[in-house]
């Protein structure tokens, strides 16, 4: 089963590059170890897995060897990575693969928060468990005779307990207001009236964020952390440049279509913030930034239904629109989420399984392309070649020959036995 799930999605790929199309990739490399150590390479905007790899070292010339073989057998090109901050990855982006190398946002924001988050919330479990123990002591003393000093004693001390617990909430919303900007600023439109914005802008704003983050540590008496600091504020030039990446795109979309500049201006300020905004909103758990952004989404929706441009359009025009600004949007990739999730999930599988065979890697990178399927009922593999995919097992099963029948008991040995 497993080398006929090879062989077919190998005849599929061969299948999907007869069209000549240069495909470009947004990727996100990554390793993980399972008996060998794998490199992983995946294409953020479509949810192909391109590369899972074993390797022996997890330096940059093994990295570039496997991926530009890849890349080579599947015709594309990478534009961008993201990944952490790892030298061998630093280095195959910059200068193996030329392309734009990109720090995931969750690890900066993970960088920024882990030690004074952790300090806060410490401080805030402890000032609420103490708080707990001074109601307790004075509902014991509240019921005793001639205990008025004590009560009172009892009393003051909850009140302090209670001021403390009041300090820690306003630290921890104080300092959760210093951090979330920072997820919220690293997008090409402002959430505040969805104008286009450039790198320098982000930039700036993120160093605001990062700066009042800092003047705000030493204030509840949290631990100095400059290193930490340094590393973060050395990361945000890298991360600001991925806005100006994705609007030089723009225009390469629009090329074939030469626009005027009132109809450029739809596009960039009616048309692709609301299929962004449409896009982040589902994907934020938070209740606050999802609430923020579809405030943003309600604006530019109104926007785009009152812009002169929209009524003139038929409905399978505006549906090509909507498609062109969706590819464009899945464009935007700030994180590496999804194949470090997707790694953590496979390193757990030695520890639950004897063993596993060598080209099982192989076959699980198979199930994932063409067999994981979205709420749109596709896969990563046909959004990748952009063609349907037939259904993998269907097609296996139908390749295999009937099973051999059992083998029939003699009937004489049976009777005797």
Known sequence: MEAALLETTVAWEQEGQTSGEVREIMGAVDETCLEQMLLVCLDLPTGSLLLAAVAEERTSPPWKALVEERLTALGAH??????DRAKALLHLAETGLEC?????????????????????????????QELTKAQEALARRQGRRHGEQDTAEAQALVAAR???????DEAHHSYRG???????TLHPFRLSDSTPQTAAQVESQLTATVEASEVFAP??????????????RKQLPALAALVDFWWDGVPQDLAPCRLSPRWQ????????PRVYWATQGPRTRCRRRKATIQEALDTVCAAFAQHPITPRLAPQVLAAWQAGATDRVK???????AVEGRNGILSQLPHNQRGLPTRRAKVWTVLHNCDCRAADGTTPASRFFRQAVPDLFE????QVEDLPRPRQRNQIMARSS
Do not use: N, Y
């Open 395 to 398: 097609t296996v099963v139908s």
């Open 100 to 128: 734009l190398s990109m720090p995931a946002c969750f690890h900066v924001i993970h960088d920024l928060v882990q030690s004074s988050a952790l300090t806060i919330g410490q401080r805030w479990r402890h000032a609420q």
């Open 162 to 168: 209670q001021a403390e617990l009041t300090r820690g």
């Open 219 to 232: 204030c509840p008496q949290l631990p100095a952390r400059h290193d930490t600091m340094a590393k973060v």
């Open 78 to 83: 990478v534009r961008s990575v993201v990944s």
């Open 265 to 272: 201006q739809w596009g960039h300020e009616c048309r692709l």
């Open 178 to 184: 210093h951090v979330e900007p920072l997820s919220l």
């Open 331 to 337: 464009a935007f990739q700030r994180a590496s989420s």
